[in-house]
């Protein structure tokens, strides 16, 4: 049997007996069908960044035939701030291949995500998803390679304290039961995630933890597997939705705001990048890192101000991007260092044979672990436009292979063990800085738009809508005027408390 159809978890890959993006319309019709699915929703992101619903009675097998082919009418000048009222009607079809079961559902529901087309039946150019379709397809026409990405889902679950095994302040980090108070919760998440057809790596308790005024907060961590970037993009989208409507069910509260609270652990979405060439990792030559990985960070090194238009998006944003944490704040990478922008993990490089090793009456194993090589973007946080934010970083690493001098700016933006450390203070002076405020973040949008809009990548429609939003915050001497008044930044915390 096929290794990616043994054991999968989504339903309709089980019963249909083939890989999801091999769905066809009679296969879902057919799933439908004989499943005694009654409902069909059409989901869809919008400039809020979260997934929106339409909901379908399934009629007849004439009307479910016509929605899965003509897809639907929706307002997009509700759904997009960049699309005037008088012409504000787009289409939603659905993408077969990103069906799944809906777990809440009294009714059986079959769920898809849909993309946006224009009134000419065009693909809509400043719509998400397209918008990272094309930043993919620019990055192969340049470097002849595939985009992989994934992404690492941190958030706070809060819930009445029962005072039982009071787990340590701020290291919470892969604690177990009962000091972790909600791993049963996080697990039924993952495996909702995992049927919908999210390609999970693990999960755990982060550092994060501490108790308010008899309510606790725990921070958790979902990290999922390299897949194609747009892939990568949907599967983040539903797992958001999953956790939080899980949550709502149990009665907690999610949050995956980036500053929880003064002094305590804000929740990043580092992003882990590799390219891929004829089904191969790309990011190692020799066991160490290659000339092609090293382009694109040097990609990453020249766009990070602007990535944070799109990875960090609303003003506690850059209340979490504060110096001498592990949220960066110094355009620069690194090996195996919380410290930079740009990680390069610790990547199964060493010859040796571990599982062995560990357990010795296994066979030598001939793994191939360079596969597992990635490179982490550190600044992102949970505000994030996840298309954008995925389409952004391809940009830039194809940008990379566009710089001549890339190997240069990778040698000169290398730092050694923590950027912190007086060993780099000669360094850390040359280095850039990110932006402080949304409204700095818009002007290096502004500065290096040029480069998101080439190969019609990013629309100007879409970047002026990015600047005009983070600009209308307002809030470029924010972090200097709240300085340490903890109540005027718990009120900033609560007004963004569901942000992305």
Known sequence: MNKELEMNPNKLVAYLGKPAKEFTKA???RYIKENGVRMVNF????????????????NNEAYLDAI???GERVDGSSLFSFIEAGSSDLYVLPRFCTA???????????????SYF??????????????LKKACKAFKDVTGMEFQAMGELEYYVIAPDSGLYPATDQKGYHESAPYAKFNEFRTQCMAYIAQAGGQIKYGHSEVGNFTIQEFVYEQNEIEFLPVNAEDAADQLMIAKWIIRNLACQYGYDVTFAPKITAGKAGSGLHVHMRIVKDGQNQMLENGVLSATARKAIAGMMELAPSITAFGNTNPTSYFRLVPHQEAPTNVCW??????VLVRVPLGWAAKSDMCRIANPLEAASDYDTTQKQTVEMRSPDGSADLY????????ACRHGFEMENALEVAEKTYVNVNIHQKENEDKLKDLAQLPDSCEASADCLEKQRAVFEKHGVFSPAMIDGIIKKLRSYQDRTLRQDIGDDQ????????RYFHCG
């Open 334 to 339: 690194g090996d195996r260092n919380r410290s």
């Open 43 to 58: 989901m869809y992101p919008a400039g809020d960044g979260r997934l929106k619903t339409l909901n379908f009675v399934i």
């Open 388 to 395: 954008q934010l995925i389409a952004g970083l391809a940009v």
């Open 100 to 114: 799944f079961i809906d777990p809440f559902a009294e009714l059986p529901t079959l769920s898809m995500l849909c």
């Open 487 to 494: 109540d005027q930044m718990l009120k900033l915390v609560y």
């Open 27 to 29: 296969d879902i019709v």
């Open 68 to 70: 899965l082919t003509c």
């Open 118 to 131: 224009n009134k000419d039946g065009e693909p809509l150019e400043s719509s998400p998803e397209h918008t």
